[in-house]
């Protein structure tokens, strides 16, 4: 079945520590994302990539860094820049294409903890 | 003022009840719209596109005003496996296919 896999499920992060998430997604599909999820705030954008070799900054992208490789995978790595990273980290992806949009697959999730 | 709002709740309400959430969004050029249930601890999961003229899946119907700049998601005879955050995403005009996505709305059903 397609699908988009994140790991690990949970990960915990010593203070100035870099941290990479993994995204890997066999959906075909051409549009990867980045979100932050904290409590009461909804999801945030880090890093979106239409494209492979192509990713844009989202609204929350400092201390964080991405790359796009290959199109099945787009990591996220936790840069010790990130002076807040304990949250629940979103990757999604959707076709892309002007118009409209069939909305996104998420992946179930990391969850980091800064120890 | 933030591009996607939602009323937190949480709603309270029993089994059978009707009930509906409202998303306004700032964007008046936002071109598409969407609900997610998301639940505890959980990955957001689509529950349904909102289409212009309003659309029904189910015990759920989607409503988009354009006039007033907000979706609607009504849910009729509520059941306990409803309970869970109900996010609404609007994808704003351009080239982008970026979603901003709405605090969620929690919704609880009781016996």
């Known amino acids: 079945d397609g699908g988009i896999t994140q790991s690990p499920k949970y990960l915990f992060r010593k203070e100035g520590q870099n941290v990479t998430l993994s995204c890997e997604q066999n959906?075909?599909?051409?549009?990867m994302y980045w979100y932050r999820q904290d409590p009461g705030q909804g999801l945030r954008l880090i890093y979106y990539?239409?494209?492979?070799?192509?990713?844009q900054k989202g609204d929350i992208a400092e201390g964080y860094s991405v790359s796009r490789e290959k199109k099945e995978s787009f990591p996220l790595t936790v840069t010790s820049a990130q002076k807040n990273p304990t949250a629940f980290y979103l990757c999604?992806?959707?076709?892309?294409?002007?118009?409209?949009?069939?909305?996104?697959?998420f992946g179930s999730g990391t969850r980091l903890t800064v120890v | 003022r933030k591009e996607v709002e939602q009323d937190p709740g949480p709603f309270n309400v029993p089994e059978g009840a009707t009930v509906a959430f409202n998303c306004t969004y700032s964007?008046?050029?936002?071109?598409?719209f969407f609900w997610y249930r998301q639940d505890c601890r959980k990955e957001p999961k689509l529950l349904m596109s909102?289409?212009?003229s309003g659309n029904e899946d189910g015990r759920f119907t989607a409503q988009l005003n354009r006039a007033s700049q907000y979706i609607s998601l009504l849910i009729r005879d509520s059941k306990l496996s409803d309970s869970a955050t109900y996010l609404c995403?609007?994808?704003?005009?351009?080239?982008?296919?970026?979603?901003?996505f709405g605090a969620g709305t929690r919704l609880a059903v009781h016996p």
């Open positions: 999604a992806s959707s076709t892309s294409g002007e118009g409209g949009m069939n909305g996104y697959t």
């Open positions: 959906l075909n599909h051409d549009a």
């Open positions: 990539s239409q494209i492979v070799n192509d990713f």
């Open positions: 964007n008046s050029a936002s071109q598409s």
């Open positions: 909102v289409y212009s």
């Open positions: 995403a609007v994808k704003p005009s351009g080239g982008y296919n970026k979603l901003i």
